[in-house]
């Protein structure tokens, strides 16, 4: 498995990634699977965010197959611009437990040193353990936990905020 930054060219299969993210993992992501159908233009938005300068999207492939995705994106205020956010994490089952995640996350924090960043921050739901403990693997720790962070139809989801400091 190989990981590289993502760029306009991968519009299509970063889209396609994403409705499976939405499908497969829904408690997981703000974004709906239907809010994301109804975007007008979703391959020329995702070409715009995949080409900007307030974010970077990584790929994890394997024989050209893109199998996981996950966004940094750069805080813009000149008071956090010391700090980025972890976003849209996501790996295909066929690509889970053999090392490939961690290798994107890798990507990413490496990215994220060479930009100069001091810390990483994502929020992730309580109950994805798998997760949690990745993120834990790579040096995240929780720095607390926002109850009833999302509202769904029937229940609450609650998220724990981790944080990782890059060492200069």
Known sequence: MQTRELNGQDAEAY?????????????????TYEQEKQKPNPIETTVERLDSDLSKTFGL??????GGIVTLMKETHPKFSHKGMIV?????PSFRR??????????LINSARA???????LSVVTENTPA?????KVGFHSYGVEQKAIKLPKRYLDEEHM???LQK
């Open 15 to 31: 889209y396609e990634l994403r409705l499976e993210a939405l499908l497969t993992n829904p408690d997981a992501f703000i974004t």
């Open 61 to 66: 492939f394997s024989e050209e197959k893109l």
């Open 88 to 92: 849209a994490m996501y790996v295909t």
């Open 98 to 107: 053999n090392g490939g995640a961690q290798l994107l996350l890798q990507e």
């Open 115 to 121: 930009l100069d960043l001091e810390q990483l921050q």
């Open 132 to 136: 949690k403990r990745l993120y834990e």
């Open 163 to 165: 944080a990782l400091f």
